[in-house]
């Protein structure tokens, strides 16, 4: 479905990222990939999952405009520029606001929601000139509801939700389509490592921490899965959801249902 078009994802070394590269490349689209950690092993899963693909990868610091201008050239040069956008970086920091940490309020501003700004305003001219694109922003449960100790987090994952309306807007006329998805809890290793720090707080299991933390939330008592978020991101970028623009579409468990 997606054969001849590229996708730049980012933070797609692990996680939802890579859930949604893989699944964009099993419909032929060429992937950038971009992110910290096992980059030669995301590059090969990413490939295994698609059939005469390009997967390309820069490993842009999403906190640093110089940095992602740099990687918005290289898939210009490299690939004809980017007609799908996902927008999914992100990091996370716990703490109540009168303790939240102020270089961590900054990165997490700076990477979970001004990359976003730059990303965009960067592939828009391309997309315009083609007349197609598609812009994907991962925001959260947490775009639309919030949640106590996660002050910079929410404040990000709101105002992704609101970028996403008004580049929605701007383009309205235009074959480029801006859209958001809100996961709930996923077991991506961000998660895992909050499992892990409540089970050893309350010097509990593992799998028990794992099961009381998603039910705190998610009414169906199970984890989102990436390939599920990919599934989304696909038809997200297909012509049936040409009309499907600015849309807030939560997969949750019934988060925010409730």
């Avoid at 820069?58 to 996902?86: N, P, Q, T, W």
């Avoid at 959260?140 to 990000?156: D, E, F, I, R, T």
């Avoid at 939700?161 to 958001?180: C, D, F, S």
């Avoid at 998805?181 to 593992?206: D, S």
């Amino acid at each position: 479905m997606l054969k001849g078009k590229t996708a730049l994802v980012t933070g797609s070394t692990s996680g939802i990222g890579l859930g949604i590269a893989q699944a964009l490349a099993a419909q032929g689209a060429n992937i950038i990939a971009n992110g910290f950690g096992d980059a030669e092993g995301a590059q090969r899963q990413i490939e295994s999952a698609g059939t005469g693909i390009r997967v390309g990868y820069h490993g842009a610091d999403m906190s640093k405009a110089a940095e992602i201008e740099d990687m918005m050239r290289y898939a210009d040069s490299e690939f004809g520029g980017a007609d799908i956008l996902v927008n999914n970086a992100g990091i996370q920091h716990v703490a109540n606001i009168e303790d939240f940490p102020v270089e961590r309020w900054d990165a997490i501003i700076a990477i979970n929601l001004t990359s976003a700004f730059h990303t965009t305003r960067l592939a828009l001219p391309g997309m315009r000139s083609k007349d197609w694109g598609r812009i994907i922003n991962i925001a959260s449960a947490h775009g639309l509801v919030g949640s106590a100790q996660k002050s910079a987090y929410v404040a990000a994952k709101h105002g992704i939700v609101g970028l996403t309306k008004v580049t929605a807007l701007e383009t309205a006329q235009t074959g480029i389509t801006a859209n958001a998805i809100c996961p709930g809890w996923v077991l991506t290793p961000l998660v895992q490592k909050q499992v892990e720090a409540r089970a050893a707080r309350e010097g509990i299991a593992v799998e028990q921490a794992k099961r009381e933390l998603v039910l705190e939330k998610q009414p169906s008592g199970q984890f989102v899965t990436p390939e599920e978020l990919g599934a989304l991101a696909v038809f997200l970028s297909g012509e049936a959801a040409r009309q499907v623009r600015g849309a807030i579409w939560n997969m949750d468990g019934g988060w925010v249902a409730q």
